[in-house]
């Protein structure tokens, strides 16, 4: 049933225009981020978006018959990744402002549906081993520029909080790749060996 649901191309290409909306959007929240953002990271600096742009990008692919396992690869990991990074902040800043605009919680809702979207068309990606290490050296690379050069999206009430920040962040990047791993190589390999 779910499968279906999935497969269905009319919800393939509701998801897909989504997506892309909600891409849009992030890249335009990060604006005025990006405004004062030396050239040579920009790149790095719109991280939810970038992760969006990765399934919208694998979305187009499946709906044309075809498959894009480093796109895959990059999709998986990094909608996990900040996803689950921007459901936590968004709490966090909840807990230390003892507030949260409406604004916040919908990034909540819409992070956490990051993250689980990746996840749910795990069993449609081709990934192999090295798609995953190209997808892993680009997402921790990211957190270097991130809390090493100070790229780190801007969340002004957590500022006091970077280190703390950046150590999870590093966590739940390898956390990451290792789920990806799980959902998709490993899986695979099982299923393979079953049907043998």
Known sequence: MVRHIL???????????????????????????????????????????????????FLLFYLLGKNSPYIEALAIVTLF?????????NLLTLVVNGDLPWQGYMLIASHGA??????????????????LVVAGIWTLHND??????????????????????????????????LIAYYFTIKKNTWHRELDN
Do not use: C
């Not at 795990?122 to 990934?127: E, K, L, T, V």
């Open 114 to 131: 990051m993250a689980i979207q990746g996840l749910l068309y795990a069993p449609f990606y081709q990934i192999k081993m090295r798609h």
């Open 81 to 89: 990744k900040y996803g689950v990074w921007a459901v936590v902040m």
């Open 7 to 57: 497969t269905n191309r009319t919800f393939l290409l509701l998801l897909f225009f989504v997506n892309l909306a909600g891409t849009i959007y992030g890249y335009i929240w990060y604006g005025g981020q990006l405004a004062i953002t030396p050239d040579i990271f920009l790149i790095f600096v719109p991280d939810s978006p970038t992760a969006s742009l990765f399934f919208t990008i």
């Open 144 to 177: 270097v520029i991130d809390y090493v050069f100070g790229m780190m999206p801007i969340y002004s009430s957590l500022t006091m909080y970077m280190r703390e920040i950046g150590y999870f962040t590093f966590w739940l990047s390898v956390a990451s790749i």
